[in-house]
């Protein structure tokens, strides 16, 4: 009977892992990153993985077209008030965070860009949404995350 048992789980652990797609797979890889990182965090007192998408969101200012520099002056208000927010991206080049901007903007988000200094870097988020409780957020950061592979963190709005 317990053979029986053991070779019925392993047939359905089989079929499950048969059953997955690449993008579950990925899904499933970068969910244990985050919870490694988390881990690492909460051990060493440290942020590792905001530091990590400011790392691989910084991107060279050259990848944008030269008619597509923004006028700085047209950036979206930033919300104020209470709330919370999704981060899709972190930059030090203001250029490349308003083409972000412009870049949601066309697929139907209200982005817009923050500013935070942070061991005397500036850094540009790009942010989308003002929502009033976190469900809405973790709702657009799945969508978010789903249509555009984007690396995503909610955070609160500044007041």
């Not at 985050?34 to 060493?44: F, G, Q, S």
């Not at 973790?138 to 969508?143: F, I, P, V, Y």
């Not at 249509?147 to 963190?153: R, Y």
Request: charged share 25%.
């Amino acid at each position: 009977m317990r053979i029986l048992m053991v070779l019925v789980t392993a047939v359905l652990t089989l079929a499950l892992l048969a059953g997955c797609s690449d993008k579950q797979k990925e899904a499933a890889e970068l969910e244990q990153e985050m919870r490694d990182l988390e881990a690492a965090d909460t051990a060493t007192g440290t942020d590792s993985a905001s530091d990590m998408t400011v790392q691989e969101s910084v991107a060279d200012a050259e990848a944008i077209p030269d008619e597509a520099q923004p006028d700085l002056l047209s950036m979206p208000p930033v919300p104020v008030g209470e709330g919370y927010t999704v981060q899709v991206a972190s930059c030090e080049d203001r250029n490349y965070a308003q083409h972000l901007v412009g870049v949601y903007a066309d697929r139907g988000y209200d982005a817009f860009v923050t500013t935070i200094t942070y061991e005397g870097q500036t850094y540009n988020r790009v942010r989308i949404g003002n929502f009033g409780v976190i469900s809405e957020a973790r709702a657009l950061e799945r969508e978010l995350q789903d249509k555009f592979s984007a690396t995503t963190w909610i955070d609160r709005l500044d007041q």
